[in-house]
């Protein structure tokens, strides 16, 4: 990948993945120094690998031990090209191992924070302290360097905690530089990149945004590209990077199925028409899903009758277009690493793969346009603010392709939906309120404390209410707030009590035919995020 007119193989880091929890994080924290990094299998041939021209490897950890039966291993000619090569935890013994030394086994494991004493006339450690604190998780340890290495870092448990031989600019760690809690892994991460490699930080939006441009232009030429427009995130991204690149070439199919949240497909539009010079295609589809939806109970089914007919009435308006040849999608690089599609994600198995199940009716073809193919989520959101989409689009919290429809338990009916988006909109509003008053606070829009999701559920019951001196019998709201990273694992939001005054308050006042909130305070897991 090109970078500011240098020459990609003086840029590119490839990380060989040896089915490490923190594969993806070693290829973030690259990124975050503003140089280009992809994730590999680490058992990807000595000459593929040459053939990609990086300017560094960085070898991952992994759960295996490095003698068991079905260890991963490397080919050992990635040693022999003559690029610079840090391996952390398990990458850290099999440079061992594969170079002539020894790997033993502890009878003391060492997990968690560690007290490291290190070398600082290495390169690696910089300007870094004599001693520091670093973050392990291991059994096996180096217990004999190869001939060339020296000892540069050790622990009261482990020995060789860390060693190089920088004649061959060969580098490793017991510890994961990588994780927040290695007190100078930033500063060990730029030592390598910078000190030892000599990379240069142009992986920048300014550089990005004209390369995909470029990249855009140069493969559509004079060809039409169609888009399914959600309004989320991604699309939303691709769809800012097409009207850049190729204008109105570019159809955007923003199918309303009338199951967005309040005012959204105002919104998508009012941006896509006004802001951005595409061709914007607005399908109205609220009365046909809501046929196909009726006294429908079960959420699976929801969902396939919301994404068969997705593909239906986007088809029938790409059959009356001339001259498409590009479908462009807003798949990004976790996609294709938990898909395992494309060979990027080194061991780990197949876990999802729809962004490759594309229903084309029989006689229709388009080539995939995937932009985005090589960004992490706040990368693709980066990307979004540097084309100047409204932060309401880039930081839309997610949102489930099915909308509102799993969010209603038990069938979907037109009064349910008024409900549920009115009350879902004064959730909205004073969550995200009470998010900004955390921002201002801290200047963290990650703070502890601030909300990730948050939304109202309706669930298929009524209750028994006072409204004034009447009796009513009428519908809870559930509200649900996580907090959370990255949708694994969920906390429910500890919010302060006045907030959920207020909001229980206003939905009871403000929401016709709902007298009473409930506040759902279950983790992920056991629950989920979603009710359906």
């Known amino acids: 990948?090109?970078?500011?007119?240098?020459?990609?193989?003086?840029?590119k880091v490839l990380v060989l993945d040896f089915g490490a929890q923190y594969g993806q994080l070693i290829a973030r924290r690259v990124r975050d120094l503003n140089v280009y990094s992809e994730i590999v299998a680490c058992d990807t041939p000595a000459e593929e690998i040459a053939a990609m021209k990086p300017a560094a490897l960085i070898l991952s950890g992994g759960p295996a031990s490095v003698y068991a039966e079905?260890?991963?291993?490397?080919?050992?000619?990635?040693?022999?090209?003559?690029?610079?090569?840090?391996?952390?935890?398990y990458g850290h013994q099999i440079m061992a191992v594969t170079l002539?030394?020894?790997?033993?086994?502890?009878?003391?494991?060492?997990?968690?924070?560690?007290?490291?004493?290190c070398d600082n006339g290495?390169?690696?450690?910089?300007?870094?302290?004599?001693?520091?604190t670093v973050w392990m998780s291991h059994r096996d340890a180096v217990d004999r360097v190869p001939e060339g290495f020296h000892v540069i870092g050790r622990t009261d448990v482990c020995p060789v905690a860390a060693m190089e031989c920088p004649e061959r600019k060969l580098y490793s760690t017991q510890f994961h530089p990588e994780v927040r809690h290695t007190e100078y892994g930033n500063q060990i991460l730029s030592n390598f990149l910078f000190g030892i490699c000599g990379l240069s930080r142009d992986w920048t939006m300014d550089n990005l945004v004209e390369q995909k441009v470029a990249e855009i232009r140069e493969k559509v030429g004079d060809d039409r590209v169609i888009l399914a427009l959600s309004g989320g995130v991604d699309s939303s991204v691709v769809a800012a990077l097409g009207a850049r690149a190729i204008g109105r070439q570019m159809t955007c199919v923003f199918i309303n199925h009338g199951l967005l949240r309040k005012g959204e497909p105002e919104q998508v539009e009012e941006v896509?028409?006004?802001?951005?010079?595409?061709?914007?295609?607005?399908?109205?589809?609220?009365e046909r899903y809501a046929k196909l939806l009726d006294g429908v109970t079960d959420p699976e089914q929801k969902r396939r009758i919301i994404g068969t007919q997705f593909w239906e009435e986007f088809f029938a308006v790409a059959q009356e277009l001339d001259g498409v040849k590009y479908l462009a999608q807003g798949t990004i690089y976790p996609d294709i690493i938990e898909s395992g599609a494309r060979k990027t994600g080194g061991k780990a198995s197949t876990i999802k793969s729809h962004?490759?199940?594309?229903?084309?009716?029989?006689?229709?073809?388009?080539?995939?346009?995937?932009?985005?193919?090589?960004?992490?989520?706040?990368?693709v959101r980066a990307l979004g603010l540097a084309l100047g989409l409204p932060e309401h689009i880039v930081f839309r919290q997610p949102f489930p392709g099915p909308g509102l429809a799993i969010r209603i338990i038990g069938a979907v009916s037109p009064e349910k939906l008024e409900i549920l988006k009115n009350a879902d909109?004064?959730?909205?509003?004073?969550?995200?309120?009470?998010n900004q008053r955390l921002f201002e606070e801290t200047g963290d829009r990650n703070s502890e404390h601030s909300c990730w999701q948050y939304f109202a559920v309706l669930p298929d019951i009524k209750s028994v209410g006072v409204m004034g001196d009447e009796r009513t019998y009428q519908r809870p709201v559930i509200l649900r707030a996580v907090e959370s990273s990255d949708a694994m694992t969920a906390d429910w939001a500890k919010l302060p009590y006045d907030v959920l005054a207020r909001i229980s308050g206003r939905i009871v006042a403000e929401v016709p035919g709902v007298n009473r909130v409930a506040y759902d305070i279950t983790s992920k897991p056991p629950a989920t995020i979603e009710w359906e």
């Open 355 to 379: 962004h490759n199940l594309i229903p084309f009716p029989e006689g229709v073809h388009f080539d995939l346009i995937e932009p985005l193919d090589h960004f992490f989520k706040d990368e």
């Open 70 to 89: 079905d260890a991963p291993s490397v080919d050992p000619g990635i040693f022999e090209l003559g690029v610079p090569v840090l391996g952390f935890c």
């Open 122 to 132: 290495s390169a690696l450690f910089a300007g870094t302290p004599l001693e520091q």
């Open 100 to 117: 002539g030394g020894e790997v033993a086994h502890s009878e003391v494991g060492e997990y968690g924070p560690a007290t490291l004493a």
């Open 1 to 11: 990948m090109a970078h500011n007119g240098n020459d990609q193989a003086t840029q």
């Open 272 to 286: 896509f028409t006004k802001q951005f010079d595409v061709d914007f295609v607005h399908v109205h589809a609220e």
């Open 425 to 434: 909109a004064i959730v909205r509003e004073e969550l995200d309120a009470y």
